[in-house]
């Protein structure tokens, strides 16, 4: 069993409507939790940041934490066509860790 | 500031054949890692770098991987004897002590053949 599970979609949606995007995971030493955005033939890039459970809001993105379920989502308000990406989520155990560890990722488009 | 730069960009090669990666970070960043991505999975975590002293190496990171950092700036990431398993994309990222998240580069795309 892999440590983060994440449904790889491929998800497609009409533009506007609103993105639930989902990770489980196993090892409940995790505390920091990330959500990346990958565009094809590019490398990861930071969207949200949140640190134990909780939720945590910026612009059109909303991520949150539920440690005691070992679940976190990232919401996508309004989304846009160039919203249309594949979103990984990434996690690690304590502040002094380097390594991070991925989910598979999930393909979304958002149809015009 | 450019962000962290890769090259090449792509990497044809055939098996057998040894091949060199490099990383240039952002420049006041102290702290490298490298990764590997495969087709539709995420990053996987390979070795990370402090300065240039090597921290941390996963076990995915075999005798035939090798990564330095010789003056904490650049790195490189070489692969000896290459096999079709090796195919990947090799992300290289950095970030400063004490900064949340990582600027990852856009990768070495390696296709052996």
């Known amino acids: 069993q892999k440590e983060v599970e994440q449904d790889p979609g491929p998800l497609s949606v009409p533009e506007g409507a609103i993105v639930s995007l989902n990770c489980t995971y196993s090892?409940?030493?995790?505390?920091?939790f990330m959500w990346y955005r990958q565009y094809s033939r590019k490398g990861p890039e930071l969207l949200m940041y949140?640190?134990?459970?909780g939720n945590k809001e910026d612009g059109r993105f909303t991520a949150q934490v539920d440690k005691s379920s070992k679940y976190i989502s990232l919401f996508i308000r309004d989304s846009q066509p160039s919203d249309s990406a594949t979103y990984l989520c990434a996690m690690r155990a304590f502040q002094g860790a380097q390594k991070l560890v991925f989910g598979q990722g999930t393909r979304l488009t958002i149809n015009p | 500031d450019t962000g962290v730069s890769q090259d090449p960009r792509h990497k044809i090669t055939k098996r057998g054949q040894n091949v060199t990666f490099r990383c240039d970070p952002i420049?006041?960043?102290?702290?490298l890692y490298w990764y590997r991505q495969t087709l539709g999975q995420g990053p996987e975590f390979l070795t990370y770098?402090?300065?240039?002293?090597?921290?941390?190496k996963s076990r995915l990171l075999s005798d035939r991987f090798s990564a330095e950092r010789p003056k904490g700036s650049f790195s490189t990431l070489e692969i000896q004897r290459t096999e079709q398993g090796d195919s990947a994309m090799y992300l290289c990222?950095?970030?400063?002590?004490?900064?949340?998240?990582?600027?990852f580069g856009s990768g070495t795309r390696l296709t052996v053949v």
């Open positions: 420049s006041e960043h102290n702290r």
């Open positions: 770098f402090q300065n240039e002293a090597q921290l941390e």
């Open positions: 949140t640190y134990s459970s």
């Open positions: 090892n409940s030493a995790f505390q920091y």
């Open positions: 990222a950095s970030s400063y002590f004490g900064t949340r998240g990582y600027t």
